[in-house]
């Protein structure tokens, strides 16, 4: 191996004195040492001259305590115009000094859960990251802002805001909301107080039809977020029916020993009630009853029964007969005190 090494050694210097004796290679040779000290002038002369270089450093928020969560985050880059002598920008370039700006939340946020800088505060961070003949021309951006919440977050359920109506002969059976219930960040202050979350508001009337809409939680709210961001809102709409049921009419707080009987005994209610809920009421979840007070001063021998459980998907009510003939009835066995 060592003596190979005196051998390269010596080709080597053979290529090179043969090479030196051409013509071209001197010529080539020369030119090559012009060109160098072209572009060594050209330098001393472009680098020593202002320029001004765009830079899109990577924003990056420093110090988030463990118990937050960023929200809504910074901007991933800001595009900043620098001016200085050439060779300084593209020291910049070549080094990555300026790939990266960090932002330190505990210096700049407030109780509201907000991050912001602003105008020179901006500049000056900027600034500090770069030498001091070097000036910032230009920045994409004026404020850098973000928002932090309670890693905790809170459950609430959501409420419809609006109106929601159907048409004269159509009747709202059910309005759900898909989820009923939604996973809210923000500061603890605001969720100390929060007991529910609303949908934007909805505006439907006049339904002939069941109807679905997507709708977004928040309405641009800044500094609180929704998991999920979005609801469905179903509305459930069905026509009115009519339906009619015989009804027995009862006596109400009667004496012990006293009981009343009506003719007929039984009374026909008609009412309106949606297609949906139709088969899901019977002649048990009405009363029609006379009380006994009714007829304490009565001697016309008849009465008016009054209807006292109604469900609540029925509307229109009617009685028929709306008066009924009674006679009171005394137990024989019954002695009176």
């Known amino acids: 191996m060592a003596g190979k090494q005196p051998r390269q050694l010596e080709s080597t210097k053979h290529f090179l004195r043969n090479f030196l004796h051409i013509n071209d290679s001197r010529e080539f040779l020369i030119f090559l040492l012009f060109l160098l000290v072209a572009f060594f002038f050209w330098y001393l002369t472009n680098m020593t001259n202002e320029?001004?270089?765009?830079?899109?450093?990577?924003?990056?928020?420093?110090?988030?305590?463990q118990e937050l969560i960023v929200i809504e985050p910074l901007p991933e880059k800001i595009e900043v115009t620098l001016k200085?002598?050439?060779?300084?920008?593209?020291?910049?370039?070549?080094?990555g000094i300026f790939k990266e700006l960090d932002i330190?939340?505990?210096?700049?946020?407030?109780?509201?859960g907000r991050t912001a800088i602003f105008g020179n505060e901006l500049n000056r961070?900027?600034?500090?990251?770069?030498?001091?003949?070097?000036?910032?021309?230009?920045l994409s951006l004026d404020t850098l802002q973000c928002y932090v919440a309670s890693a905790r977050g809170v459950k609430v359920p959501v409420m419809v805001n609006?109106?929601?109506?159907?048409?004269?002969?159509y009747r709202v059976n059910r309005?759900?909301?898909?989820?009923?219930?939604?996973?809210v960040y923000a500061t603890a202050a605001y969720l100390d107080s929060l007991k529910a979350v609303y949908t934007p508001r909805i505006n439907h009337t006049e339904l002939t039809d069941s109807v679905s809409q997507v709708l977004t939680l928040g309405n641009g709210q800044r500094g609180v977020k929704y998991v999920p961001s979005e609801v469905v809102v179903n509305v459930a709409v069905s026509p009115?029916?009519?339906k009619s049921l015989e009804v027995p009419i009862?006596?109400?707080?009667?004496?012990?020993?006293?009981?009343?009987?009506?003719?007929?005994?039984?009374?026909?209610?008609s009412f309106r009630i949606s297609l949906e809920d139709y088969n899901k009421v019977s002649e048990k979840d009405f009363a029609l009853q006379v009380h006994y007070t009714q007829i304490q001063n009565n001697h016309s021998g008849k009465i008016t029964p009054k209807l006292e459980n109604v469900p609540n998907c029925v509307t229109n009510v009617s009685i028929d007969p709306e008066e009924v003939d009674y006679i009171l009835e005394v137990n024989p066995l019954y002695i009176a005190p």
Not at 250 to 269: D, E, Q, W
């Open 51 to 65: 320029y001004e270089m765009k830079f899109s450093p990577t924003l990056k928020l420093k110090n988030v305590p």
């Open 162 to 169: 609006g109106r929601i109506e159907a048409s004269s002969q």
């Open 175 to 183: 309005v759900k909301v898909s989820p009923d219930s939604v996973t």
């Open 125 to 138: 961070l900027i600034t500090d990251k770069l030498a001091s003949s070097t000036q910032v021309v230009k």
């Open 240 to 242: 009115y029916v009519t």
């Open 250 to 269: 009862t006596g109400y707080l009667f004496p012990y020993g006293m009981s009343l009987k009506t003719f007929p005994s039984k009374a026909k209610i």
């Open 104 to 112: 330190d939340y505990r210096q700049y946020a407030n109780a509201s």
């Open 84 to 95: 200085d002598k050439g060779d300084k920008l593209i020291e910049y370039k070549a080094r």
